[in-house]
């Protein structure tokens, strides 16, 4: 056991004396044979390796109503609201966190899965959030390409770091999420390399997206997938935003546009016959979310009491 590994057992049998013995931080030291500080650094620690869960069992009622509000209105087979935090940032953790979650109980599933990811600050929230898992009975693919315009890991891919969180196989698509011309698009996706990734892409049990917006701060137009030109374009067509790259508007219905053309992630279709989950919130996402449970692009969603509110609003 080298030093990293030893530290985290040290945090995890603190955080175990903390939380499930009750005993306080001076009887840790004690007992562990440290300082009362070390003892409160590992403890520390524990948390910000996801090793301790907070697990309220009773339901939040006006968090349950939006949530079955939602089910109803959108036909959805999942639901999780979880209540607004004072600032964006923190409510992208709570959703984050219950993503992290819902995936989790995916992963804890005995029989062999596919199981999708897309990509975003939310589901890479959520991957952060995962324990250590055995589940090799499971693969794990990512839907959509993990190289950034410049050649470089795309920031929010997730798929890499899922790696370090489970011990299922994972298969990366080592692509741009959306290519310079449809005709490169065609020459990558018949690299023989992909027919593995692309086949079980096709064929997930269950997916996890990320839903992003068309407006100022449009992860692809920040990322430099598409251009300002683009952007524009695509907006005077009625784009309201965008799953895993490919661009629909309003009603859900992925615009025709020559960007659709070169997105290289798998394919997207309304009514999956399987649960593409949705992690999103946020009110510059709410355009966005909404046209994609309108247009039954996805069946499942995780968002925050706000973002929840307006959508039923």
């Keep these: 056991m080298d030093f990293a590994d030893r530290r985290l057992d040290d945090a995890a049998r603190a955080a175990w004396l903390s ?11 004690q007992i562990m044979g440290i300082s009362r500080q070390s003892a409160q650094r590992l403890i520390s620690q524990a948390q910000a390796a996801g090793l301790v869960k907070v697990r309220i069992d009773h339901p939040i009622a006006r968090c349950q109503e939006l949530a079955a509000t939602l089910t109803e209105r959108f036909g959805l087979s999942t639901c999780e609201v979880v209540p607004t935090l004072p ?10 966190q219950a993503t992290g979650d819902l995936l989790e109980g995916w992963l804890l599933r005995p029989d062999p899965m596919i199981i999708g990811l897309g990509t975003g600050r939310t589901l ?8 250590h898992l055995d589940c090799a009975q499971h693969k794990v693919v990512s839907l959509t390409g993990n190289i950034a315009p410049d050649g470089s ?16 196989p994972t298969y990366p698509m080592p692509l741009p999420v959306i290519t310079s011309s449809a005709e490169e698009r065609e020459a990558l996706l018949g690299q023989e390399m992909l027919a593995t990734t692309r086949a079980l892409a096709a064929k997930t049990d269950v997916r996890f997206v990320g839903v992003g917006t068309l407006g100022e701060k449009a992860p692809l137009r920040l ?6 030109e683009d952007q524009q374009r695509l907006r005077r067509k009625g784009a309201a935003g965008e799953i895993i790259g490919f661009v629909f508007d309003a009603e859900g219905r992925l615009i025709d ?3 659709n053309a070169r997105v290289s992630s798998a394919a997207i279709t309304p009514a999956p016959e399987t649960p593409v989950i949705a992690a999103a919130q946020g009110p510059d996402k709410v355009p966005a979310i909404r046209a994609a449970l309108a247009g039954r692009l996805v069946s499942g969603l995780v968002t925050d009491e706000a973002t929840a509110a307006e959508l039923c609003a």
């Excluded at 939380?19 to 030291?29: L, M, S, V």
């Excluded at 940032?89 to 959703?95: K, N, P, T």
């Excluded at 890479?124 to 324990?131: D, Q, S, T």
């Design 153 to 168: 890991t795309a920031y929010y891919n997730v798929l890499f770091t899922i790696t370090d969180k489970v011990t299922a």
């Design 223 to 228: 990322d430099g997938f598409i251009t300002a």
């Design 87 to 96: 600032s964006p940032e923190a409510s992208l953790v709570a959703v984050a």
């Design 19 to 29: 939380y499930i013995a009750g005993k306080k931080q001076d009887e840790i030291a």
């Design 257 to 259: 546009d020559e960007v």
């Design 124 to 131: 890479r929230g959520a991957i952060e959030h995962l324990p």
